[in-house]
């Protein structure tokens, strides 16, 4: 089954700045939704932002809107999530998922071809 990947994870300082993308293998994001998501230790995975097809619409978790922005280059078939201002409760592994089934955009269970995930380290 075809996956996306993430990448562009790393250690940073608080303040500082990261850019992940998400590219797909064996499929085609272009007609796509993608959302992202990411899971702290010990905790739940959770909604970070959404971007449809076009990239024209995005949503973002309350957490990161300001901080966070989702862009797409269908041409490449990726998605880019630029993050600004981390902080270390944005401490967490982030995965990319593509939206296929009905649903709100913020739940888990619309999304499906997970990758393995990228890790996130704010430090203080």
């Known amino acids: 089954q075809a996956q996306l990947a993430e990448s562009g994870g790393g250690l940073v300082q608080a303040g500082g700045s990261l850019r992940l993308s998400c590219a797909a293998s064996?499929?085609?994001?272009?007609?796509?939704?993608v959302g992202w998501f990411r899971q702290a230790p010990g905790k739940e995975r959770e909604f970070v932002a959404t971007?449809?097809?076009?990239?024209?619409?995005?949503y973002y978790a309350d957490s990161v809107k300001g901080r966070f922005t989702l862009s797409r280059d269908n041409a490449k078939n990726t998605v880019y999530l630029q993050m600004n201002s981390l902080k270390p409760e944005d401490t967490a592994v982030y995965f990319c998922?593509?939206?296929?089934?009905?649903?709100?955009?913020?739940?888990?269970?619309?999304?499906?071809?997970w990758g393995q995930g990228t890790q996130v380290t704010v430090s203080s």
């Open positions: 064996g499929r085609t994001l272009s007609v796509y939704e």
């Open positions: 998922a593509q939206r296929v089934y009905s649903g709100n955009y913020y739940s888990l269970n619309s999304y499906d071809y």
């Open positions: 971007i449809n097809w076009s990239g024209s619409t995005t």
